[in-house]
């Protein structure tokens, strides 16, 4: 391949990590939108299968990206990210993140914070992982949801819209979604042990039982507050359908 076609060479820095030998790498060419311009320094990589020449994707930084990863598209990887494994990341993965095993990073994603994204997952659009979240699994998260805090999500679930799975919130396995004419969804996530289900909107996460409570007191004699009572009706059938427990008081 000619340099007219490459964007980066080697710097001859190298360093070992996890008995894996990373080089460092320095830009042939301007990735301008990135602030890269030729001759500037970047992360590391263990071989250009790591970094395509390809798009405007950059390993910045002290960020690595090793074994079979792939990193293409307008992805940036930066500060102190890892990326190795067999992932594919065209997003963001910056802070001390971790993207690994088979797991995907598409589009507009940002993964942070000391986040996890791994095993099969898939995280697309406009999602954004943080904090000391994980995906994992063959979890996919996509549209303008997040996953925040403590905030697990695994198996073979789908988390999308607006959602937010924050706290100690573990969504897993099978899960109930709805979304309301204003873009909220509702995530209904299956209890753990003999716990009862949990909803979760936006920044709201709590009992069936508090949901009701919740959105009686905020919403009364709406059109959205109707239509938020249909919603809980609807998720509350299906997890009885499941036979989860609902967290509702004893008669």
């Given at each position: 391949m000619a340099d007219t076609q490459r964007k980066y060479e080697f710097t001859g820095e190298t360093k070992n990590h996890c008995g894996v030998k990373l080089h460092r790498i320095r830009a042939i060419a301007d990735i301008a939108v990135f602030g890269i311009y030729s001759g500037d320094e970047g992360g590391w990589i263990a071989s250009e299968k790591?970094?395509?020449?390809?798009?405007?994707?950059?390993?910045?930084?002290?960020?690595?990206?090793?074994?079979?990863a792939i990193v293409d598209g307008d992805a940036r990887i930066s500060d102190n990210a890892r990326v190795y494994g067999s992932a594919l990341v065209f997003g963001n993965v910056y802070d001390n993140a971790r993207v690994y095993g088979y797991a995907q990073v598409a589009d507009n994603v940002h993964v942070h914070g000391d986040a996890r994204v791994y095993g099969s997952a898939r995280v697309a659009n406009?999602?954004?992982?943080?904090?000391?979240?994980?995906?994992y699994g063959y979890a996919q998260v996509y549209g303008n949801a997040q996953v925040y805090g403590y905030g697990?999500?695994?198996?073979?679930?789908?988390?999308?819209?607006?959602?937010?799975?924050?706290?100690?919130?573990?969504?897993?396995?099978?899960n109930i979604v709805a979304t309301?004419?204003?873009?909220?969804?509702?995530?209904?996530?299956?209890?753990?042990?003999?716990?009862?289900?949990?909803?979760?909107?936006?920044?709201f996460y709590s009992t069936l039982p508090e949901a009701r409570d919740y959105w009686t007191a905020t919403l009364a004699n709406t059109p959205i507050g109707e239509e938020?009572?249909?919603?809980?009706?609807?998720?509350?059938?299906?997890?009885r359908i499941q036979g989860w427990s609902l967290g509702l008081p004893a008669n």
């Open positions: 790591n970094l395509s020449h390809g798009g405007r994707a950059w390993v910045f930084d002290e960020a690595y990206v090793y074994d079979n406009n999602a954004d992982i943080f904090g000391d979240a994980r995906v697990r999500v695994s198996g073979d679930v789908c988390v999308s819209g607006d959602a937010h799975v924050s706290g100690d919130a573990h969504v897993y396995n099978v309301r004419s204003d873009g909220c969804t509702f995530l209904v996530a299956p209890p753990r042990g003999s716990g009862p289900v949990v909803v979760i909107a936006r920044d938020t009572t249909a919603i809980l009706d609807h998720l509350e059938r299906m997890a």
